[in-house]
């Protein structure tokens, strides 16, 4: 190119023009020859017309230099659809995780990946062929009703996961007419294996109650019923499919069996009672249980604010002989009052149980938690039992910690102990537990066999290494207060 450029200018330069003079257009090269007559400058414009021509030539040099770069950047450019649908299910996971807080990164929400999938319609090709993104219906109220049919009918043959409450039933939202719900929820039932219902205003739920009695329902398998405050009537085809079952202040009617009918829930294994400060008295968590032949996990939770718990309403239990639920492994109890823990260990059989947590029973009521009582029940109720879990301050702690060392009969196939205490300082390494908790800690390790203890709070290191001659494992897990605190292998303050 300096070259050329250089050979312009000697033309211009014979020519007794600076490199920098204008050049004349070619119509006025054609005005300029019909007005001349003299021989210069004839031969003023041959010289003007080589020098157009070799313009014309760089010009053209330069465009077939520009062409020759994009081919070959071309050459090595991988247009994105001719990428595996694999890659392509990577590339989009990684985008569209960087739009999700960390507390919900290991969560693929539906709305996150329409919100994505609107950048650009190529980009939206490349989302509508991952078929693996389309397990769970996006919200109705946020998006157009095109959209979300598009988003059904991609999500064929696909796990299907939906959340519904009366507002996002009964309101008209993008074209999204009550009508038009429903009969998408009817074409998705089908395959429908997770459902969460939110009740609609008392006498006011008629939509919702037909939608759970759809036909249709057969293949769920997760149900979450939430301020259902009027006992609900399940058909048996849900109740006999059902695996999971969450009832967030909402009871379910225990005559809604058909006559002679022994077991009800045939398939369910998990279930979580949350109870509330307007919970009903009604509430029949025990009938569910005790309908359920292959229960394995039972967590009862009381949302009330936290320095408070729950009491069961109407215990059930209290007045009848003692109960045998063998399939039961793994208990919860969150917030509930010990006296109605005793009241559960009291009166049922457990003899499969192998794990029992205690979360905010001990002492939130004011009174010292009386664990040697706790424990006897439990023992008799479960005398398989091998693995307990505290978390509470730490009081309730140490009376665990004593109960245990004076009752070393007591639970015998205990393996795993796991205490927390939820008020331990972790911002303050000075504020490590006394001698008197060691010391009771030592003398437990020592009283039974171990294979498992978890700390949630830091003993010395002299009382550390004292634990660890006598369990085989000893884990000091440290507890985070930032609910938006996610441990990696790449946080610094994550030591063990």
């Given amino acids: 190119m300096h070259e050329i450029s250089s050979r312009v200018d000697s033309i211009i330069a014979s020519l007794g023009a600076s490199a920098d003079t204008d050049l004349p257009h070619v119509s006025q090269l054609d005005r300029a020859k019909q007005d001349s007559h003299g021989a210069n400058l004839t031969k003023d414009i041959a010289r003007l017309d080589e020098i157009h021509k070799e313009l014309q030539a760089i010009m053209q040099r330069g465009l077939s230099a520009v062409a020759a770069v994009r081919s070959k950047i071309n050459a090595t450019r991988s247009p994105i659809h001719t990428l595996p649908v694999e890659t392509l299910s990577d590339i989009f996971r990684l985008v569209a995780s960087a739009g999700i807080t ?72 993008y074209g999204w007419s009550i009508t038009k719900k429903l009969h998408a929820v009817s074409e998705l039932a089908p395959r429908t294996k997770s459902l969460a219902i939110h009740d609609g205003p008392p006498g006011d739920s008629t939509v919702i109650r037909n939608l759970i009695a759809n036909p249709h329902l057969s293949s769920l398998s997760q149900l979450t019923l939430i301020d259902f405050t009027t006992p609900i009537i399940l058909p048996r085809r849900i109740c006999t499919n059902l695996q999971s079952l969450c009832l ?118 004011g009174n010292q938690w009386d664990c040697g009582t706790t424990f006897s029940l439990l023992d008799r109720a479960a005398p398989n039992l091998m693995s307990l879990r505290v978390s509470d301050e ?46 009771q800690l030592l003398a437990l390790v020592k009283s039974r066999r171990l294979n498992r203890l978890t700390l949630y709070f830091l003993p010395s290191d002299e009382g550390l290494k004292e634990l660890r001659k006598h369990v085989e494992t000893v884990e000091i897990i440290e507890f985070a207060f930032d609910p938006n605190w996610i441990p990696s292998s790449e946080d610094p303050s994550v030591e063990n």
């Fill in 102 to 173: 960390k507390k919900y990164l290991w969560k693929f929400q539906p709305n996150v990946i329409l919100r994505l999938s609107l950048v650009s319609r190529a980009w939206r090709s490349v989302v509508l062929g991952c078929s693996d993104f389309f397990t769970s219906s996006p919200d109705w109220s946020r998006w157009p009703l095109w959209l979300c049919q598009e988003w059904y009918s991609r999500s064929c043959d696909q796990l299907v996961s939906i959340n519904l409450d009366y507002r996002s039933l009964t309101e008209t939202h």
């Fill in 248 to 365: 967030l202040n909402s009871s379910i009617e225990p005559n809604a069996l058909e006559s002679g009918q022994q077991h009800q829930f045939d398939s369910l294994e998990n279930l979580h009672i949350i109870f509330n400060e307007d919970a009903d008295p009604s509430t029949r968590w025990a009938y569910i249980v005790h309908a359920s032949p292959k229960i394995s996990t039972l967590r009862l939770t009381s949302t009330w604010k936290w320095q408070d718990t729950y009491r069961f309403p109407n215990q059930e239990t209290s007045s009848e002989s003692l109960r045998s639920v063998p399939t039961l492994r793994s208990i919860d109890f969150e917030g509930i009052h010990v006296d109605d823990v005793h009241c559960f260990f009291g009166h049922w059989e457990l003899p499969r149980l192998e794990r029992v947590s205690f979360d905010g029973v001990g002492s939130f009521d």
């Fill in 394 to 439: 730490q009081s309730s702690i140490k009376a665990t910690v004593t109960s245990l060392t004076e009752r070393a009969t007591m639970l015998p196939q205990l393996r795993e102990l796991i205490l927390e205490d939820t008020f331990f300082d972790w911002a303050d390494r000075s504020s490590r537990v006394g001698n008197g908790i060691e010391a």
